[in-house]
C-alpha cells in the first residue's frame, strides 16, 4: 500500500514548454486534490476531482489543466509554463461524505526558468 | 474567499517548553484539521474536530475547536525536537471535502 504517489519528484522547466504531472493513489478514493504551495501563501486549491471523468476548478486554475481517465491517477498539465508557476505541487485524496483526513503525496518540486 | 489566520507564523523555542499556536476565521467551518508538515513531504493528518468546543488529545498535543467552530488552538506540552515542523490548520465547509488552509506555523524545537 503507497499511498499517494507523485511524479516526478523534481523538474526543471524553461518559460513556455509544458509538462504533466502524475498522481497516483491506491486507496480507492472518490476525491483527488492538486495544490500549490509557495512561501507565505500556504496551500492553496489548483482543481480538484469527485470521481472518475470529472474535474473542477479551484481557487488558483489559471494556466493549468486536469484530468481523471482513472479512478486512481490524477493528471496535473501545464501547458506553456510560466516564472510564476515555480511551485512545490501536492497531491492529496480522501473519501468522500465524511470529515476524512486529506492524504498527500511527497510533492513535486518545479522551477520554471 | 473564507480565510484562517494562524499565529504566530515562526516559533522558535527550548526543548521542555509549552507552546500554544491559533487559528482563527471570520468563517464558521464544520470541521477543523491540524496537520504536520516536515521539510520535503507532504502534509500529514493529526487530528480533525467536529463540534463546539471540542478538545482533543494526542499524547502531548492538545487540540480545541472553538465554541463557534471559527477558531482552533493546538497546545504542546513539553516541546520535543521531533515536533519541529509546519503545523497547518485546515478548515472544512462539507461538500466535496474541500477545505482552506492556514499558511501555517513553522516550529523550531532546540535541543
Known amino acids: 500500500n503507497a499511498g499517494v504517489t507523485q511524479t516526478p519528484k523534481f523538474r526543471v522547466l524553461k518559460t513556455g514548454q509544458s509538462m504533466t504531472l502524475l498522481c497516483a493513489q491506491d486507496?480507492?478514493?472518490?476525491?483527488m486534490y492538486w495544490y500549490r504551495q509557495d512561501p507565505g501563501m500556504g496551500l492553496r486549491l489548483i482543481h480538484y476531482?469527485?470521481?472518475?471523468?470529472?474535474?473542477a476548478k479551484g481557487e488558483v486554475p489559471d494556466g493549468y489543466n486536469v484530468s481523471r481517465l482513472k479512478k486512481q491517477n490524477f493528471l496535473l498539465g501545464l501547458e506553456s509554463a510560466a516564472p510564476s508557476q515555480t511551485s512545490v505541487y501536492f497531491c492529496?485524496?480522501?473519501?468522500?461524505?465524511?470529515?476524512?483526513?486529506?492524504?498527500f503525496g511527497p510533492g513535486t518540486r518545479l522551477l520554471v526558468l | 474567499t473564507q480565510l484562517l489566520e494562524q499565529s504566530p507564523q515562526f516559533l522558535s523555542i527550548q526543548e521542555g517548553e509549552n507552546l500554544t499556536v491559533y487559528c482563527n476565521s471570520s468563517?464558521?467551518?464544520?470541521?477543523l484539521q491540524w496537520y504536520r508538515q516536515e521539510p520535503g513531504e507532504g502534509p500529514v493528518l493529526l487530528v480533525t474536530?467536529?463540534?463546539?468546543?471540542e478538545v482533543k488529545k494526542l499524547k502531548r498535543l492538545t487540540f480545541q475547536f472553538g465554541d463557534a467552530r471559527k477558531d482552533s488552538s493546538l497546545h504542546i506540552t513539553a516541546a520535543q525536537p521531533g515536533d519541529t515542523g509546519l503545523y497547518l490548520c485546515a478548515g472544512g465547509t462539507g461538500g466535496y471535502q474541500k477545505v482552506t488552509f492556514g499558511i501555517g506555523t513553522k516550529l523550531q524545537v532546540i535541543p
Open positions: 492529496a485524496s480522501t473519501t468522500g461524505g465524511g470529515q476524512g483526513p486529506q492524504y
Open positions: 476531482s469527485v470521481g472518475e471523468g470529472t474535474t
Open positions: 474536530v467536529v463540534t463546539g468546543g
Open positions: 486507496m480507492n478514493h472518490e476525491y
Open positions: 468563517s464558521v467551518f464544520s470541521s
